[in-house]
Structure formats: structure tokens, C-alpha cells
T-cell receptor, first 112, second 114 residues
């Protein structure tokens, strides 16, 4: 089955700086890669996703890049704000189904 | 509109008892997923349904775990003869179509097996 690895497990940045979270996947059949944000005690919520037919996608301060050859994808948050503090999960979904395989999460702290 | 709901929100049970966890997806959502989330970890895929048909149950840990969605709406995850290692947050999610797209998560059921 699919194995998704995520780094780093914790990340602290100063407000206004950028944050980068990286993930790798093992199954070359995976072709959909969502990112979820989970605030303390809340349910995970989608923040951005990317499909394997594109290399980059942006939504305001958030961007995701995908390298299919290397089987890795990254989340970039620019101009971080304290409300960006949360746990972020990457996931991969195979083209044979629509379930998600999640990484282990990155706890992001934005220091005011 | 109403999001995904789950019940109970908390369940404490004794080892060896059976438990049934309920998920009520967003109305009209075709696909329904079950995940298990240990503290400090990402959701772990268990099984999913398109309408009432179970598509993949490869993530179920063993045969004590089963799930059903008989009418293509509400789903129940049943754990028989619970063990302490079953303690976790069990989350349900749903998506509108049978495709790779946004999954909307429920609040989860926190299961504690004593």
C-alpha cells in the first residue's frame, strides 16, 4: 500500500516568515495530493490540493508543488500569521480509489 | 448546511465489549470513509463506501472490525471484543462524488477501552 512520509514533525517560525513542509510518497499510482489543517481539538479541513497533471498550485499565501518523478510534494506558506499555527497533514490518493493515505503531521507554531 | 456528524462523541468501554460507532455524512454525499487517528498522528485509512457498496476494506486492522452502510447514507463501524489497543479517535469523512476530491471530516468518536 501507499506510504507517506512527512517532515519536519515540528516547525517554529517567526510571524511573517515562510514555512515549508515536505512529503514523499511511495506508490507511483497516486495522483491526487490534498493538504489538511487541523487546529487543536478540531476536525481536519482541506486547505489546498494538487493533481498529478500539474506541478504547482497557489491560493493566496499557500502554494503546493509536486515532483512526480521524485515522488515528493511540498506545502509553502508565506507571510505566516499566528492563526496559521496548527498541525498540517499531507496525503496521497491512488488512482485506483479515492481513499487518502496521510502523513504523520507537522505541528507549525508561528511566533508573534 | 449540516456537516458530517458522528455519535457518540465519546465512548468508554471495557475490554471484550462490542462497540458501534455511527457516522451521518453530508446529505447527498456518495462516498463515505472511515479513518482512525491516534494522538499526534495522521488519520489512518480503514475502509470506504461508494453508496452502499464497500469499496476497500484493506485498512481494517483485523476481523474484529467491520463496517456497513446499508442504505447508502448512515454508516456504522463495529468493533467486536474490544482491546486496549483499539483506543483512538475514529473519524468519518464524506465526499460528494466517487472521485478524488475534498473529504469533509466529522468531529470523531473518542474511544477508550479500559
Amino acid at each position: 500500500g501507499e506510504n507517506v512520509e512527512q517532515h519536519p514533525s515540528t516547525l517554529s517560525v517567526q510571524e511573517g516568515d515562510s514555512a515549508v513542509i515536505k512529503c514523499t510518497y511511495s506508490d507511483s499510482a497516486s495522483n491526487y495530493f490534498p493538504w489538511y489543517k487541523q487546529e487543536l481539538g478540531k476536525r481536519p479541513q482541506l486547505i489546498i490540493d494538487i493533481r498529478s497533471n500539474v506541478g504547482e498550485k497557489k491560493d493566496q499565501r499557500i502554494a503546493v508543488t509536486l515532483n512526480k518523478t521524485a515522488k515528493h510534494f511540498s506545502l509553502h506558506i508565506t507571510e505566516t500569521q499566528p492563526e496559521d499555527s496548527a498541525v498540517y497533514f499531507c496525503a496521497a490518493s491512488p488512482n485506483t480509489g479515492n481513499q487518502f493515505y496521510f502523513g504523520t503531521g507537522t505541528s507549525l507554531t508561528v511566533i508573534p | 448546511g449540516a456537516g458530517v456528524s458522528q455519535s457518540p462523541r465519546y465512548k468508554v468501554t471495557k475490554r471484550g465489549q462490542d462497540v458501534a460507532l455511527r457516522c451521518d455524512p453530508i446529505s447527498g454525499h456518495v462516498s463515505l470513509y472511515w479513518y482512525r487517528q491516534a494522538l499526534g498522528q495522521g488519520p489512518e485509512f480503514l475502509t470506504y463506501f461508494n453508496y452502499e457498496a464497500q469499496q476497500d476494506k484493506s485498512g481494517l486492522p483485523n476481523d474484529r472490525f467491520s463496517a456497513e452502510r446499508p442504505e447508502g447514507s448512515i454508516s456504522t463501524l463495529t468493533i467486536q471484543r474490544t482491546e486496549q489497543r483499539d483506543s483512538a479517535m475514529y473519524r468519518c469523512a464524506s465526499s460528494l462524488r466517487r472521485t478524488q476530491e475534498t473529504q469533509y471530516f466529522g468531529p470523531g468518536t473518542r474511544l477508550l477501552v479500559l
